[in-house]
């Protein structure tokens, strides 16, 4: 049975006030009351019947419905937790002093080898760098930040003859750069880069239908086809470069580089399916999605991630974003969304396209979750209560007469999904492995070798691991805790925020400087793949910073952070092109027209 809500209490309350009336009206054939005294007993009613209204009470039925997530025990306050603040800091520090120490200006760092390495045999295009300068921006870390900048200043050069992943190069290096710039005072150097490399990425959107080559050659100022995918371009890609672009055509008064932008969403949307949900591949010269796996992790993740984003960007005025986020997330709740069997797990499944017998295509549930995937819990909260919100200014924590029905239904999933996310850390190292499978009526698994919830496909005792057992330093976890916490005050996700730091701390720290991969996460002692991901000090620790800050810290209202993404190498799987953002670009009103107008 339903509880009984506010409306249903109303609607007893003035059941109950109407009868009263009636049977009053039917006793006029007795003595009459003085009017004096039927007027009172009125008064009295509506009094009682709005009080028990405001209160709530429970006197009428059930207690009142809470919203999931929302603490109801304290006020929530959100002031600085210090101590792991600064450890958070100090965590920082000891990554980006060992690679400025061992491979200052090089795309990528080894801490373990002492060395540097870059993506493309054309040099140096600043990834680790640029990625990491609003990151001491934040943290207030002014050393570091004069001599990044500094490098940024006098070596940092775009004239490199080599083919450049467009979609790498967008989030990483110009979004980075429009964030120094915002964060740093508006320096006019962090611009100029920026407008410059931007102008350099022009061209990659000179193709039939407007969608964007996946390579970019800097120097020669060309796209380039993936010949990798045959000249597909995935899905992320192409929608994963509007926030950059369009800042930057707000700060250089440069329409053309929002009309490009703008012009990959009004073809993707024109080529959407009804239930809102994209394959993960489009055709570039056609711009049609072609067959392929649907699927909220690698190659789709910040094609949702980035509807969201667009529409709270330019201060939540371009409503076909959000008209394709709601289409998109009730897609996602109605074929994506599901639970497991022991514990009932929320996670998100993916469709894979297949043929019949008959040569008519078919689509196959996999229950897999990449880590990738745990960005959409947070997401889910922030766009409850934006574009599922009843009222502009939702208050902290929100309340179930604040949210919209799907505005309910999107933040019950994203609570749920971040605790799914939590769980996937209960390995032995407290790290979550890159993809999860969980356990599906008729799965044909041994019970007694593999856990009743979700387990790590391929992973056996005195076996070498599988590639999906590793933990690369992701940030998607502590993104969406970061967004839950600042949504509820909960101190519940501080917890989970400083268990997961301490994990990395015990088991990626190098002590010689910086941090490395894990190969197995439930192996121990561990074993360390020689890379720090860039994203490591671009996102996840700064997201954990900002966890434990004051809110005050670039509060949600006025910021959008871009994106994380990966795009997993065609031809060989263990071999990933990964790339990680968390640059947070201001909320603006935009000065042209605008949402495909």
Same mark, same amino acid.
């Given at each position: 049975?339903?509880?009984?809500?506010?409306?249903?209490?109303?609607?007893?309350?003035?059941?109950?006030?109407?009868?009263?009336?009636?049977?009053?009206?039917?006793?006029?054939?007795?003595?009459?009351?003085?009017?004096?005294?039927?007027?009172?007993?009125?008064?009295?009613?509506?009094?009682?019947?709005?009080?028990?209204?405001?209160?709530?009470?429970?006197?009428?039925?059930?207690?009142?419905?809470?919203?999931?997530?929302?603490?109801?025990?304290?006020?929530?306050?959100?002031?600085?937790?210090?101590?792991?603040?600064?450890?958070?800091?100090?965590?920082?520090?000891?990554?980006?002093?060992?690679?400025?120490?061992?491979?200052?200006?090089?795309?990528?760092?080894?801490?373990?080898?002492?060395?540097?390495?870059?993506?493309?045999?054309?040099?140096?295009?600043?990834?680790?760098?640029?990625?990491?300068?609003?990151?001491?921006?934040?943290?207030?870390?002014?050393?570091?930040?004069?001599?990044?900048?500094?490098?940024?200043?006098?070596?940092?050069?775009?004239?490199?003859?080599?083919?450049?992943?467009?979609?790498?190069?967008?989030? &990483?290096?110009?979004?980075?750069?429009?964030?120094?710039?915002?964060?740093?005072?508006?320096?006019?150097?962090?611009?100029?880069?920026?407008?410059?490399?931007?102008? &350099?990425?022009?061209?990659?959107?000179?193709?039939?239908?407007?969608?964007?080559?996946?390579?970019?050659?800097?120097?020669?100022?060309?796209?380039?086809?993936?010949?990798?995918?045959?000249?597909?371009?995935?899905?992320?890609?192409?929608?994963?470069?509007?926030?950059?672009?369009?800042?930057?055509?707000?700060?250089?008064?440069?329409?053309?580089?929002?009309?490009?932008?703008?012009?990959?969403?009004?073809?993707?949307?024109?080529?959407?399916?009804?239930?809102?949900?994209?394959?993960?591949?489009?055709?570039?010269?056609?711009?049609?999605?072609?067959?392929?796996?649907?699927?909220?992790?690698?190659?789709?993740?910040?094609?949702?991630?980035?509807?969201?984003?667009?529409?709270?960007?330019?201060? /939540?005025?371009?409503?076909?974003? &959000?008209?394709?986020?709601?289409?998109?997330?009730?897609?996602?709740?109605?074929?994506?969304?599901?639970?497991?069997?022991?514990?009932?797990?929320?996670?998100?499944?993916?469709?894979?396209?297949?043929?019949?017998?008959?040569?008519?295509?078919?689509?196959?549930?996999?229950?897999? /979750?990449?880590?990738?995937?745990?960005?959409?819990?947070?997401?889910?909260?922030?766009?409850?209560?934006?574009?599922?919100?009843?009222?502009?200014?939702?208050?902290?924590?929100?309340?179930?007469?604040?949210?919209?029905?799907?505005?309910?239904?999107?933040?019950?999933?994203?609570?749920?999904?971040?605790?799914?996310?939590?769980?996937?850390?209960?390995?032995?190292?407290?790290?979550?492995?890159?993809?999860?499978?969980?356990?599906?009526?008729?799965?044909?698994?041994?019970?007694?070798?593999?856990?009743?919830?979700?387990?790590?496909?391929?992973?056996?005792?005195?076996?070498?691991?599988?590639?999906?057992?590793?933990?690369?330093?992701?940030?998607?976890?502590?993104?969406?805790?970061?967004?839950?916490?600042?949504?509820?005050?909960?101190?519940?996700?501080?917890?989970?925020?400083?268990?997961?730091?301490?994990?990395?701390?015990?088991?990626?720290?190098?002590?010689?400087?910086?941090?490395?991969?894990?190969?197995?996460?439930?192996?121990?002692?561990?074993?360390?793949?020689?890379?720090?991901?860039?994203?490591?000090?671009?996102?996840?620790?700064?997201?954990?910073?900002?966890?434990?800050?004051?809110?005050?810290?670039?509060?949600?209202?006025?910021?959008?952070?871009?994106?994380?993404?990966?795009?997993?190498?065609?031809?060989?799987?263990?071999?990933?092109?990964?790339?990680?953002?968390?640059?947070?670009?201001?909320?603006?009103?935009?000065?042209?027209?605008?949402?495909?107008?």
């Amino acid at each position: 049975m339903e509880e009984l809500g506010v409306r249903q209490r109303k609607k007893a309350a003035t059941t109950e006030f109407t009868n009263g009336h009636d049977t009053g009206s039917e006793a006029k054939s007795g003595p009459a009351l003085p009017k004096v005294y039927m007027l009172l007993a009125a008064v009295l009613a509506l009094a009682l019947y709005n009080f028990l209204a405001l209160v709530k009470s429970p006197l009428l039925g059930a207690p009142t419905r809470h919203l999931p997530g929302v603490p109801t025990h304290y006020v929530p306050t959100f002031t600085a937790d210090e101590a792991k603040r600064d450890a958070v800091v100090e965590a920082f520090k000891h990554a980006w002093l060992a690679y400025e120490r061992d491979a200052m200006g090089d795309d990528e760092y080894h801490p373990i080898a002492h060395t540097g390495s870059n993506l493309t045999e054309a040099g140096a295009i600043g990834y680790t760098v640029v990625d990491s300068i609003d990151t001491m921006i934040i943290m207030g870390l002014e050393d570091e930040y004069q001599r990044a900048r500094a490098w940024v200043a006098d070596k940092l050069s775009f004239e490199r003859d080599g083919n450049f992943n467009t979609f790498e190069i967008t989030i &990483r290096v110009l979004g980075g750069l429009l964030s120094a710039y915002h964060l740093s005072g508006d320096d006019p150097m962090f611009l100029e880069k920026a407008q410059e490399l931007g102008s &350099r990425i022009l061209p990659v959107f000179e193709t039939e239908s407007g969608l964007p080559l996946s390579l970019i050659n800097l120097a020669l100022r060309e796209g380039v086809p993936d010949r990798d995918t045959g000249g597909l371009i995935s899905t992320a890609e192409a929608s994963t470069l509007q926030l950059e672009f369009r800042y930057l055509a707000y700060l250089t008064d440069e329409d053309t580089y929002w009309e490009k932008a703008e012009k990959v969403m009004a073809v993707l949307r024109a080529s959407a399916m009804t239930s809102g949900l994209v394959p993960i591949f489009v055709d570039s010269k056609m711009g049609r999605y072609q067959t392929s796996p649907i699927r909220l992790g690698s190659r789709g993740d910040s094609y949702y991630e980035y509807l969201l984003k667009q529409y709270l960007q330019t201060n /939540q005025t371009e409503l076909v974003y &959000r008209e394709m986020y709601d289409t998109a997330m009730t897609g996602i709740q109605t074929h994506l969304v599901k639970r497991g069997l022991s514990s009932q797990l929320l996670y998100t499944a993916e469709l894979n396209p297949e043929r019949t017998q008959n040569g008519e295509l078919g689509w196959r549930l996999t229950p897999k /979750q990449d880590h990738l995937v745990c960005f959409l819990g947070g997401s889910l909260m922030l766009g409850a209560t934006t574009s599922g919100a009843l009222t502009h200014n939702v208050s902290i924590p929100p309340s179930t007469d604040e949210l919209t029905n799907q505005g309910e239904r999107d933040w019950l999933t994203g609570v749920e999904l971040i605790d799914t996310c939590m769980a996937t850390h209960d390995t032995q190292t407290g790290l979550a492995p890159e993809i999860a499978h969980f356990r599906i009526l008729g799965d044909g698994m041994d019970d007694s070798a593999v856990p009743a919830d979700w387990y790590i496909k391929g992973a056996r005792p005195n076996a070498p691991p599988p590639f999906d057992a590793r933990y690369i330093l992701r940030p998607e976890t502590v993104e969406s805790i970061f967004i839950a916490f600042r949504l509820t005050g909960d101190p519940k996700y501080r917890d989970y925020g400083w268990a997961i730091f301490q994990a990395i701390e015990k088991h990626c720290r190098i002590p010689t400087g910086g941090y490395a991969s894990v190969i197995n996460v439930d192996q121990v002692p561990v074993e360390h793949d020689d890379k720090m991901e860039t994203f490591l000090m671009s996102e996840t620790l700064k997201y954990l910073y900002l966890l434990f800050a004051d809110s005050s810290v670039l509060p949600l209202n006025d910021y959008v952070f871009n994106t994380e993404a990966s795009l997993k190498h065609a031809s060989v799987i263990p071999h990933i092109l990964i790339f990680g953002q968390a640059h947070p670009l201001p909320v603006f009103n935009p000065t042209i027209r605008t949402g495909f107008s």
